[in-house]
């Protein structure tokens, strides 16, 4: 299993990004996707998942309302649409897979893929 995430950048506080995560190698109708991201000295957290089954989806606070983890079945792609972005969101973002319902911890995720660096100026 593959995951390719993309779209990472520099955006002005206020402003939005929208991350791609590409998955190859397996089908995904069984796995949850999500994203994690991780800040400069700080450790990782999650951010957002979908359960590719019945598309249920489950946010961290910190994010709730501003972002929307979506995914496309027959793309094996999932996104990270960031709205309203803060400087405190400023991190390298992950996309992981997961054969576990709603999970939200790094360790209850089997594949990752590289991260992609949002950068939010102030």
């Known amino acids: 299993v593959q995951l390719q995430a993309s779209g990472g950048g520099l955006v002005q506080a206020g402003g939005s990004l929208r991350l791609s995560c590409a998955a190859s190698?397996?089908?995904?109708?069984?796995?949850?996707m999500g994203w994690f991201r991780q800040a400069p000295g700080k450790e990782r957290e999650f951010v957002a998942v979908?359960?590719?089954?019945?598309?249920?989806?489950y946010y961290a606070d910190s994010v709730k309302g501003r972002f929307t983890i979506s995914g496309d079945n027959a793309k094996n792609t999932v996104y990270l649409q960031m709205n309203s972005l803060k400087p405190e969101d400023t991190a390298v973002y992950y996309c992981?897979?997961?054969?576990?319902?709603?999970?939200?911890?790094?360790?209850?995720?089997?594949?990752w893929g590289q991260g992609t660096l949002v950068t939010v100026s102030s």
């Open positions: 992981a897979a997961t054969f576990r319902i709603a999970a939200m911890t790094g360790g209850e995720y089997d594949y």
């Open positions: 979908i359960m590719w089954s019945g598309s249920s989806t």
């Open positions: 190698g397996r089908t995904f109708s069984r796995y949850g």
